[in-house]
Nanobody, 119 residues
Framework: QVQLVESGGGLAQPGGSLRLSCAASGFTFSSSAMSWARQAPGKGREWIAGIWSDSSERNYVDSVKGRFTISRDNAKNTLYLQMNSLKPEDTAVYYC????????????WGQGTQVTVAS
């Protein structure tokens, strides 16, 4: 079975940084596009970043461009999201997702990790 386990969430100050990780198993990670999505309280799940299997293409929602960086280490079956210049509106549960395209066509996702940005 596909398993995706997010980690690295927590509390950050506005302007601060966090690095999220996603450990993947149960599928050929190196052949799969992947995404990060988030869900704020009372809102639907929002795609925020995607990456192709070989990292040749990366995509971001406009609200995080220039602040977040998606990356992957295929040798470690791990997906990352580096989040810099955090804002309170980034507060959400962040999910790692197996993605058909890298643009939010999710096959499956993990349990999520909470990110809270506040002074």
């Amino acid at each position: 079975q596909v398993q995706l386990v997010e980690s690295g969430g927590g509390l950050a100050q506005p302007g601060g940084s966090l690095r999220l990780s996603c450990a993947a198993s149960g599928f050929t990670f190196s052949s799969s596009a992947m995404s990060w999505a988030r869900q704020a309280p009372g809102k639907g799940r929002e795609w925020i970043a995607g990456i192709w299997s070989d990292s040749s293409e990366r995509n971001y929602v406009d609200s995080v461009k220039g602040r977040f960086t998606i990356s992957r280490d295929n040798a470690k079956n791990t997906l990352y999201l580096q989040m810099n210049s955090l804002k309170p509106e980034d507060t959400a549960v962040y999910y790692c997702a197996k993605d058909r395209t890298g643009w939010g066509d999710w096959d499956s996702w993990g349990q999520g990790t909470q990110v809270t940005v506040a002074s």
